[in-house]
């Protein structure tokens, strides 16, 4: 009897070939599916949710937690204001609602218009290179003409000793969390942690921030970072400085011990949860990006040049995956992105540094800092301000923080502000917006601006400036 060879047929991968194909949507994949010519073919190709981190666990609900934080503390003080109101309590449960509600919407929302879209087709599942310009999702084989990457990034997991030994949160499992906690403990004194940290000690939640620096907000200048401490401990938050967390480990009742080093002492805080806020890693371990000829950092973060351009040829990068950090330069991002296509002269480089921290009262930060600004070797003149000088911040009874704007002496052009106070952040929008003038502070100073506003002090507040020493 012959022996007969059993023979397997395979079939290769479905081949989808499209113009443009998009890998996450983040912010500034939503400038693209808007700009893209409306005859070319778009693959759009998410593996999580639609709208990124801005939408999911970012913007949209930590902002809004900001707003019902805001309004407890407003009530909790109404009595300053001649308002008589009875005991103020925290309904959790409908605090989420409300935060998931508009979370929830903005990315159904965002998920219909490009299922809608006639020119693109979505594609769930996570991304590969299989090739340059090719990937694959699943069992389908995806090629474009460009590709873009805006895949966003995550929570960086600290290497600290017992950590898998005990339940802790990152933001986006903060965000999920049914009960408010009842001592948060959190690890990181940046951004993130700080808006963290006001919003849960408003909502009556005990609150405890360990910062490894000397400071929070380490990014700021010494002044700022002073007055936003001030700020989380006027409203209950204690703040930890130089405290390097070495172990943690359950606690009483299933909490956490958190362990940490200071001046070569050991401390200890005990929580109900803990936080961990300690930087962002770029979400490129997927993608498989040697098969694509895409260059790396160290970090993951992708080599991009002032086009957006990668080392691969039509493939760029956006957002926090190209060492962004905030949604509004992703969505600048895009727009560079479709100005190079049609030959454009945008330029990431030409781009004002400007951002906020949503703490109540916001930080708002156009251009350099003073620290930057003297590394620089510019010849620096500062002037400052304290908001309890501001009618407006008066009548508001909102007074915390104070207003720097810094000027080169040379140029006269404006170098940057930090304006820690009411309407700080949309303050910095205006600024921004002359700064990109490229004119002269003296043409600002004679700008009329409505009063009674926080903005109308800023063309004021330029006779009080002062040279700044560089060597103090």
Same mark, same amino acid.
């Given at each position: 009897?012959?022996?007969?060879?059993?023979?397997?047929?395979?079939?290769?991968? $479905?081949?989808?070939?499209?113009?443009?194909? =998009?890998?996450? +949507?983040?912010?500034?994949?939503?400038?693209?599916?808007?700009?893209?010519?409306?005859?070319?073919? =778009?693959?759009?190709?998410?593996?999580?949710?639609?709208? *990124?981190?801005?939408?999911?666990? *970012?913007?949209?609900?930590?902002?809004?937690? +900001?707003?019902?934080?805001?309004?407890?503390?407003?009530?909790?003080?109404?009595?300053?204001? *001649?308002?008589?109101?009875?005991?103020?309590?925290?309904?959790?449960?409908?605090?989420?609602?409300?935060?998931?509600?508009?979370?929830?919407?903005?990315?159904?929302?965002?998920?219909? &218009?490009?299922?809608?879209?006639?020119?693109?087709?979505?594609?769930?599942?996570?991304?590969?290179?299989?090739?340059?310009?090719?990937?694959?999702?699943?069992?389908?084989?995806?090629?474009?003409?460009?590709?873009?990457?805006?895949?966003? &990034?995550? #929570?960086?997991?600290?290497?600290?000793?017992?950590? $898998?030994?005990?339940?802790?949160?990152?933001?986006?499992?903060?965000?999920?969390?049914?009960?408010?906690?009842?001592?948060?403990?959190?690890?990181?004194?940046?951004?993130?942690?700080?808006?963290?940290?006001?919003?849960?000690?408003?909502? *009556?939640?005990?609150? /405890?921030?360990? /910062?490894?620096?000397?400071?929070?907000?380490?990014?700021?200048?010494?002044?700022?970072?002073?007055?936003?401490?001030?700020?989380?401990?006027?409203?209950?938050?204690?703040?930890?400085?130089?405290?390097?967390?070495?172990?943690?480990? +359950?606690?009483?009742?299933?909490?956490?011990?958190?362990?940490?080093?200071?001046? @070569?002492?050991?401390?200890?805080?005990?929580?109900?949860?803990?936080?961990?806020?300690?930087?962002?890693?770029?979400?490129?371990?997927?993608?498989?990006?040697?098969?694509?000829?895409?260059?790396?950092?160290?970090?993951?973060?992708?080599?991009?040049?002032?086009?957006?351009?990668? &080392?691969?040829?039509?493939?760029?990068?956006?957002?926090?995956?190209?060492?962004?950090?905030?949604?509004?330069?992703?969505?600048?991002?895009? $727009?560079?992105?479709?100005?190079?296509?049609?030959?454009?002269?945008?330029?990431? &480089?030409?781009?004002?540094?400007?951002?906020?921290?949503?703490?109540?009262?916001?930080?708002?930060?156009?251009?350099?800092?003073?620290? $930057? @600004?003297?590394?620089?070797?510019?010849?620096?003149?500062?002037? /400052?301000?304290?908001?309890?000088?501001?009618?407006?911040?008066?009548?508001?009874?909102?007074? #915390?923080?104070?207003?720097?704007?810094?000027?080169?002496?040379?140029?006269?052009?404006?170098?940057?502000?930090?304006?820690?106070?009411?309407?700080?952040?949309?303050?910095?929008?205006?600024?921004?917006?002359?700064? @990109? /003038?490229?004119?002269?502070?003296?043409?600002?100073?004679?700008?009329?601006?409505?009063?009674?506003?926080?903005?109308?002090?800023?063309?004021?507040?330029?006779?009080?400036?002062?040279?700044?020493?560089?060597?103090?």
């Amino acid at each position: 009897m012959q022996n007969q060879r059993e023979t397997t047929t395979t079939t290769a991968p $479905e081949v989808q070939v499209f113009d443009h194909v =998009i890998v996450g +949507v983040g912010q500034a994949a939503g400038v693209l599916l808007r700009g893209l010519p409306e005859h070319d073919s =778009i693959a759009v190709i998410e593996g999580h949710y639609v709208g *990124g981190s801005c939408v999911n666990y *970012g913007c949209t609900p930590t902002k809004t937690l +900001v707003a019902t934080a805001k309004v407890a503390h407003q009530a909790r003080r109404a009595h300053e204001y *001649g308002v008589q109101t009875g005991p103020v309590r925290i309904d959790f449960a409908a605090v989420r609602e409300r935060m998931n509600a508009l979370r929830y919407d903005m990315r159904d929302s965002l998920a219909t &218009s490009i299922e809608e879209q006639e020119n693109a087709t979505l594609f769930r599942g996570w991304a590969s290179f299989e090739a340059p310009r090719t990937l694959r999702v699943g069992d389908t084989i995806i090629r474009g003409e460009h590709v873009y990457l805006d895949v966003g &990034s995550t #929570a960086r997991t600290p290497d600290i000793e017992g950590l $898998e030994r005990v339940a802790w949160l990152d933001n986006v499992r903060l965000l999920d969390l049914a009960d408010r906690p009842d001592h948060l403990v959190i690890v990181g004194g940046s951004y993130l942690g700080v808006e963290f940290a006001q919003i849960f000690v408003r909502l *009556g939640s005990r609150v /405890t921030l360990l /910062t490894r620096g000397p400071r929070v907000a380490s990014r700021e200048d010494d002044d700022v970072a002073d007055a936003v401490r001030d700020v989380l401990e006027r409203d209950g938050v204690v703040v930890e400085t130089n405290a390097r967390v070495e172990r943690v480990g +359950v606690g009483d009742g299933g909490g956490v011990d958190v362990y940490f080093e200071r001046d @070569a002492a050991e401390g200890r805080v005990s929580g109900t949860h803990l936080l961990l806020a300690t930087g962002r890693v770029p979400n490129t371990e997927r993608l498989a990006l040697s098969a694509a000829g895409v260059d790396t950092y160290d970090d993951g973060a992708i080599v991009v040049d002032d086009l957006l351009r990668t &080392s691969a040829e039509g493939v760029f990068a956006m957002g926090d995956v190209a060492g962004g950090a905030f949604t509004h330069t992703a969505v600048n991002d895009g $727009e560079i992105v479709l100005d190079a296509l049609s030959g454009g002269p945008r330029r990431r &480089s030409q781009r004002i540094p400007i951002y906020a921290m949503f703490t109540d009262p916001p930080l708002g930060r156009v251009g350099l800092s003073e620290s $930057e @600004a003297l590394a620089a070797g510019h010849r620096v003149e500062r002037a /400052t301000l304290p908001m309890s000088s501001f009618v407006r911040a008066r009548e508001m009874g909102e007074t #915390a923080g104070f207003a720097k704007l810094l000027v080169d002496a040379d140029t006269d052009m404006i170098l940057g502000a930090a304006v820690l106070g009411v309407h700080g952040d949309e303050v910095a929008n205006m600024l921004a917006a002359f700064m @990109a /003038t490229g004119r002269s502070w003296r043409t600002f100073r004679r700008t009329v601006l409505i009063h009674p506003t926080v903005g109308e002090m800023m063309p004021w507040l330029l006779d009080a400036l002062e040279a700044v020493d560089a060597n103090t």
